[in-house]
């Protein structure tokens, strides 16, 4: 049986701004399986990225419990929240976050520069494991080309090689197609599929339903609450796509 990786109960996030008070989240409890592949999905102010950014150790619950794997989050010192995102935990963008003076080999090699390792024993082995990376996702042969020499797709393939190097446990996705057209973002959720069938954990937040309907499983926040949590098959957005592509299959 697969063990949960995450687990979040009464979760709240509440921001102040001036006089405002925001809620954000206002009692979450979620549980994902290491291996899963999930969308969380959401109008604008739902919380969803508020949600993510507590996933991803980039901000501390106002209130509530958030155990990733088997660690109570609010218990890590600063420095180990810096490790568990540097290490645990893989971040893709929408906007791909690529330097624009370094090479695609380069850009997917800055994780470990912040990692332990010292000498031209660790600068040869990072080098080796930032190929391999960008050999996983299909682009071996652009490793010397810089950012603006590549694609929108070939862009966001360095984005999620750079994201897998450490091998982290989860990988999260923040509208990671949301600057791609139709053809170049089906090869993307393609690619996450693939990781997700090598064992990957993958946590998706995105809008489209087409999108979603690549996920195992779709989580639905409203005004910082879960509405519903359903596998793909059986939300009543992302199941007829679901249905639709087996029908077409």
């Not at 979620?30 to 990225?49: F, R, T």
């Amino acid at each position: 049986m697969p063990e949960p990786i995450i687990e979040i109960r009464g979760v709240k996030k509440i921001y102040r701004v001036g006089v405002e008070t925001i809620h954000a989240l206002r009692g979450v409890d979620l549980c994902i399986d290491a291996g899963e592949m999930v969308a969380i999905m959401g109008a604008s102010g739902s919380g969803k990225s508020t949600l993510m950014n507590t996933l991803g150790c980039l901000d501390r619950p106002t209130e509530g419990s958030y155990v990733l794997g088997g660690r109570e989050v609010s218990n890590l010192t600063p420095a180990e929240l810096a490790q568990v995102r540097n290490q645990e935990i893989g971040f893709v963008f929408q906007s791909f976050e690529l330097l624009p003076r370094l090479t695609a080999l380069e850009n997917v090699e800055l994780p470990l520069l912040y990692a332990r390792g010292k000498g031209w024993g660790w600068a040869k082995r990072r080098r080796e494991l930032a190929r391999e990376a960008l050999d996983r996702v299909g682009l071996s042969q652009r490793m010397d080309h810089r950012p603006n020499q590549l694609s929108g797709g070939q862009k966001q393939r360095v984005a999620i090689a750079r994201a897998i190097l450490s091998r982290p446990r989860i990988l999260m996705a923040d509208e990671p197609t949301g600057n791609l057209d139709t053809v170049t973002t089906d090869e993307i959720l393609a690619l996450f599929t693939r990781l997700h069938e090598e064992g990957q954990t993958v946590i998706m937040v995105t809008h489209e339903n087409d999108v979603a309907a690549h996920c195992r499983r779709v989580v639905r926040l409203r005004d910082g609450l879960v509405l519903s949590d359903l596998p793909a098959g059986d939300d009543p957005a992302v199941g007829p796509i679901l249905h639709a592509r087996k029908a077409a299959a």
